[in-house]
C-alpha cells in the first residue's frame, strides 16, 4: 500500500477498517484491473512477507546486472536466468536512474528473449521464400552483393535498440566500407528536430538536465509527453515533485494521466504549440517576468525574437490554439515565477512539419527565464528509445560523424580519414525518409536495415513497403522475422539484450553498461558481430574487434564528448557526456557557465506560427494524432511476445470524443474503418472524453490495425521528421456481411 501511493505515486489502494480487521483493497473496493493501478509489479517487489509474488515466478540460480531494453529511461535491471532462460526481472536498487523501481514493460515485458519465434538461423529467398542458411553462405551473399553498389545507390539504417558500439560501426561501415553518407535511424521520426533546434538554440541537441532533478522543482512544464505512459519512471519524479508542492502545468490536446494531478492543464489544438508558447512568452516579457540579466549577459537575438512576440497577444493565441487567453497568461506566471522550472517535452512537440520551431520556441521560453544551466532546470527532451540517445551520439545520422562532428566540416573529415584510412563523402547522406523515396524512385537499389520494423513505425507506411519492394537489395538484421523482416532477401539473425555485451547511452546522456546473461539464442550473433564480418568479407580494414569495450575504446579516442569513457568506469552509476577525458566525472548539467555555441551564448529564434501541414476539411473531418500505449511498446515485435501485456493491451483502439461518436452514430467497442488520404484501417472505438472534440487517437503498436498506413509522410523542411502526430482522417462503419447485402 505504502509503495503505491508513496513511492510508486499511484495510489490504486487504499486500506479500510482498523487494527486486526484492516484490509487492503483497491480503491473504492474496486477490482484492482479497474482502478489507477499500473501493474507496475512494485507491490510484488516489495511485500515483505511474500503474501504477493509473480504470477509465473521462477527462483533464479543467478541474476545479472544490466538495463531495461524499452524507452529511453535507462533503468537499471537484475535479469534473473535459470540455465539459459531469463525467468524474472527485478529492478536494481543501486542504479541512479529508478532506484529500484520498474514499470509494467521493464518488471514484466521479457518473455520476448526465450520467444519461440525468436530467429535462430540466418535466411536466405530461394524462389520468392526465405529458407534457412549457414552464416557462411548468408555472410558471403551479403558481402558479394553489397559490394556491388556505389556509395549513392545503397543505404544503411541503424537502431535505436542496438548498442552504441554496434551503431558507432553501422555508420563507420556504411561511410568507409560503402563509401556512403546514406545513414539514419528512428531518431529521426522522434527527436531529429530535438536534435537541430536545442543545437542552435545551446549548441548541444541534448537533454540538459539530470532525470532525479525533476524531483526537486518548484515548477514543471509538461509539454507535448505522456510521461507517466511513455517514461513511466521519470513520471514518478514528475508526482514526487508535485507531492512535495511544485506546480505542474501540463500542455496537451488529451486529457493524459497527468492531468489529475497538474495544477493548470492547457488543452490547446494539435500542432499549435508555437503559438501557445509564443503567448506565454509574450505574456512573460510584457509583465516584466523574464531574467533581464541572463538574458543580457548570456544570450544574443533577444531583439529579433521580442518583434517576433508582437502579433501573438492572447486574442490571437486563444484563436489558434483554442486555449482562453486567461489560461495562458496564468502558465506564464507559473512558470517564470516558481523557480527552479523545468520543462520537459517529447514526440508531441517534435514530430510535426514545424517540430523545429515548436523546440526553439521551447528553448526560447528556458532562455527568457534564465530556467537553463542550473539545478532542477532546463529543457529536457525525453528520448522514446532505450538507445536513440545513443545512436545520434555515434553518429548514426547522414550528416554528422560521432559527437556531432559534422561530415561537411573538413578538419573533421580529415580526423575521420586519418583514424579509419578511408577517402570520405564530405556530402550530406540521405535521411531515413528520403531513403525510402529514393528507393521507390530506384536510386537507392540496396540497403542494409539494422533492428527496425520501418513498414510498421513509418508514416504513409503503404508507400514505405512499396518501395522495399523495390530493392535489388534488402537485408534485414533483427531478433524476429518481423513485418519488415519478410520482405527481404537475406535475413540475419541477431542476438537481443540480454545476450550481448555493450553500453546504452540514456536520455539523460548517461553511458551505461549492459551485460550479457545468457548465450545468444539458436545460431543468433550479436549485432556488432555481424557487421564486422560483412565488413571484413567485402575487405574492409578496421573491423577487427574482438569485444564490445574495444569499439568503445575506438569511440573515445574520436568522440570528444567520450572521450573519458571506458567499460572500467561505467562499472557502477554509469557516466554523463561530455566526459573528456579519463579524469572528468561527467556532466549533469550542461550549459552552466557557457552554452556550448561558437560564441558560448545562448540564441533566440524569432519564429511565426505555422499551421500543419493537413488540416481536417469536409472530406476528411477529424484530426488523428497518435500515442504510446503503457502497456506496449513501437511496433509491439517486443512487448507482444509477452501475454501479461496482452492482456492489458491486446489490440488498437481508436479513441474518440462522445460528441464525434454520437454524431457518427458509433457504439463503445464497434469495430470502425478510420480513413485518410494515403489509406485505410480498422480499429475498435473506444469512446472517451479523454480526446477532445474532433481529435481522435491511435498507437502504432499493432500489425494488424496498421496507424501509418494513415499518417502523414510530409517533413520539417529542417530536421526532416515527419508529421507524425497531425494528419486528416474521416471515420466510418464498418458494415456487417447482413447489411451489406440489404
Ligand atoms: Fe524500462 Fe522505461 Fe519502464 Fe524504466 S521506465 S523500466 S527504462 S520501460
Redesign the pocket.
Known sequence: FRVCNEIQGIGALEVVHNGLLSKIIGVGDKPIIETLCES?GQCVAKCPTGALIAKEFKLPEKEVRT?????????G?YLGVVGEEVVGVR?DPENP??KG???????F?FEFINHSERLSSPLIRRNGKLSEASWDEALDLVARKLAEYKGEEVAVISSAKCTNEENYLAQKFARTVLGSNNVDHCARLCHASTVVGLAQSFGSGAMTNSINEIGNAACIFAIGTNTTA??????LKVRKAVKSGAKLIVANPREIDLCRIAHLWLRHLPGTDVALLMGMMRVIVDEGLMDSSFITERCENFAAFKNALEPFDLDYVAQITGVPGEQVAKAARLYATNKPATILYSMGITQHTHGTDNVLAIANLALLTGSIGKPATGVNPLRGQ?NVQGACDMGALPNFYPGYQRVDDPKAKEKFQAAWGYSLSPSHGLTLTEIFQAAYEGQIKALYLIGENPVLSDPDATHVKKALEKLELFVVQDIFLSETARLAHVVLPAASFAEKDGTFT?TERRVQRLRKAIEAIGDSKPDWWITCEIARRIGGKGFDFEHPSQIMEEVAKLTPSYGGIFYERLENAGLQWPCPNREHPGTPILHSERFLTSNGKGCFAPLVYKPPAEIPDDEYPLTLTTERSLYQ?HTGTMTRKTNGLNTLRGKELIEMNPADAEALGIAEGEMVKVISRRGEVTAKAKITPISPPGVVCMSFHFAESPTNVLTNPAVDPIAKIPELKVCAVRIEKVLSKKSRKR
Do not use: E, F
Open positions: 507496475c538495463l531495461c531494453p524499452y524507452c529511453g529511461t535507462g533503468c535491471i529492478g536512474v529508478n523501481s520498474l514499470c509494467v514493460k521493464g518488471r515485458g511513455d517514461h513511466p519512471i521519470i513520471g532505450n540514456n511498446y
